[in-house]
């Protein structure tokens, strides 16, 4: 861009940083230099992410959700560019926290990456993108120094947890762990093009050697974030606790719920597609007909965590005649009178700021807020239009809008929510009113049924929707089987003592009991 553009530019442009806002001068943009290593063999396509982090000699430039604000990050679409070509980067056009010509002055590394699949918001770099060098910058930004250049040259290495979840492959052989797909009649139709539902079965100790023996089976799915692969890797741990006797034997599905557009949670949506009745009218018929599964409610029940612990919590309120019981754990808002601090159904709601103008928390530890939905939902919004955890729910709970695309909750902007919006989401996935609309039909088959285990310090504040939805329980005579656990967080919920799979235990015995009650199974002390 020429000199005469640039100050154009900054004349028409005011800054969000109130306290550069307040000087008179203009601000030129700040710019960097990315460069498409030549000797990439084929153009490319994608989200180009700058990230800019104070301080020297890092040896990671990424942002962290429980840190937003530490690492600043740009961003801009590239579409086919040749390898060998220089882009003039504007790193004030989308930005977070804020414009980066408003950043302090001082030393920074600073790191380029295209994510050439729009993953990057839902799982971050993978090793299909492309990842420039860290380039180290004493003084930046300044207008007085040359504009940084980056090459993007290679790929990411995996992560320490996708490299677990590969390795997982290599222990999962036949009568351990196998692979399960259909392609969806429902899915495809609604998609046009063939959509799979996708599993690991993991099976009990000597199944292939009792021929006859039928088995309860778990349906359990992973938070947001989760993959296929690390569903087999959750579902390796359960093996391995069945075969050191702490668990009982039973059939584990390890249903992954991820798509592009965040995760699916397993609800019929007007956006991702009838996913709740393609799993139970033709997964788990077909899942039936193969394994030796007890194909009665009373032998199938839902497990999850987080995302998970929300989709198990639908599947059983909307499906109570196919599932004998849920264990959610740590579930997502299900009484969105409180999502996670907004009352969503209050005059004049705005997710961002509280009556006071005040900021809603979103995470803490210890007491002490991290984030707050405010720098989560603009981040989201920096890192790319779909993946993140505030569209996810979009994607998952609105109704779909004149684009194609989900029509948003809320304004990223401004907070400010839509009651038309907030009004869809009510009658289809507040699950506090799901269970009062369904009680005069399915009351009896949701009795007892409901069991949800969470901590009184959720890093999410998950716990205050979980005590408003029990309220509403405890008022229908559902008899619910709720669990605070002081002190636990949304990480280190599972942990007994210092058993980080206590929980499991005490979860797997509870189902158990309730499909084989005369069982004799003991875990041993």
Do not use: C
Request: net charge negative; proline share 8%.
């Amino acid at each position: 861009m020429h000199i005469a553009s640039r100050i154009l530019a900054s004349v028409l442009w005011i800054t969000a940083a109130s306290l550069h806002a307040q000087t008179a001068s203009p601000i030129t943009h700040t710019f960097v230099r990315v460069t498409i290593d030549p000797d990439l063999s084929a153009p490319v396509s994608g989200r180009l992410l700058l990230f800019a982090k104070p301080g020297s000699g890092d040896k990671s430039v990424d942002i962290s959700l429980f840190h937003p604000s530490d690492t600043a990050v740009a961003a801009m679409e590239i579409h086919s560019i040749v390898p060998g070509t220089t882009i003039e980067m504007d790193a004030d056009q989308e930005a977070f926290p804020y414009a980066f010509s408003a950043l302090p002055t001082g030393a920074y590394e600073l790191q380029a990456v295209l994510d050439v699949d729009h993953s990057y918001n839902y799982g971050g770099r993978s090793t299909q993108d492309w990842q420039s060098d860290i380039v180290s910058v004493k003084t930046w930004p300044s207008n007085s120094n040359p504009e940084p250049v980056l090459t993007l040259a290679h790929h990411p290495e995996p992560s320490p947890g996708a490299k677990a979840a590969q390795d997982a492959l290599t222990q999962a052989k036949p009568g351990v762990a196998e692979k399960a797909e259909l392609q969806s009649t429902l899915l495809t139709r609604f998609w046009g093009r063939p959509i799979f539902i996708r599993a690991w079965i993991v099976l009990p100790p000597a199944y292939e050697n009792k021929a006859t023996t039928t088995y309860p089976t778990v349906y359990w799915t992973h938070g947001f974030g989760g993959t296929l692969p690390g569903a087999l890797l959750t579902g390796l741990r359960f093996r391995k606790l069945m075969d050191d006797g702490k668990i009982p034997p039973m059939i584990y599905v390890m249903l992954d719920e991820s798509v592009p557009q965040g995760t699916h949670e397993f609800a019929n949506s007007a956006n991702n597609g009838p996913w709740g009745a393609a799993l139970t009218a033709e997964f788990v018929p077909w899942l039936e007909a193969r394994y030796r599964m007890d194909a009665r409610s009373t032998g199938r029940f839902l497990q999850g965590h987080s995302s998970g612990g929300w989709a198990t919590l639908q599947l059983q309120i909307n499906y109570p005649r196919i599932f004998g019981g849920t264990w959610s754990t740590s579930p997502d808002p299900s009484d969105f009178h409180n999502f996670t601090g907004p009352d969503l159904y209050a005059s004049h709601a705005n997710v961002y700021h509280k009556p006071d103008g005040t900021s809603y928390p979103i995470m803490r530890d210890k007491g002490q807020v991290l984030a707050t939905l405010e720098q989560l939902s603009k981040l989201e919004a920096v890192l790319g239009p779909y993946g993140g955890q505030m569209s996810s729910f979009d994607w998952v709970f609105s109704p779909k809008g004149p684009s194609g695309a989900p029509n948003p909750m809320f304004d990223r902007v401004t907070g400010e929510v839509d009651p038309a919006v907030v009004a869809y989401w009510h009658d289809h996935y507040d699950l506090a009113h799901l269970v009062e609309a369904k009680w005069s039909n399915d009351g009896p088959l949701l009795k007892g049924r409901i069991h949800l285990i969470i901590g009184t310090a959720d890093t999410f504040y998950l716990d205050e929707s979980a005590h408003l939805f029990e309220a509403r329980l405890q008022k229908l005579g559902a008899a619910p089987h709720f669990t605070y656990i002081p002190g636990r967080t949304h990480f280190d919920l599972y942990r007994v003592g210092e058993d980080p799979n206590g929980l499991f235990y005490q979860i797997a015995a509870e189902m158990y009991g309730i499909a084989r009650p005369s069982s004799k199974w003991r875990r041993p002390q």
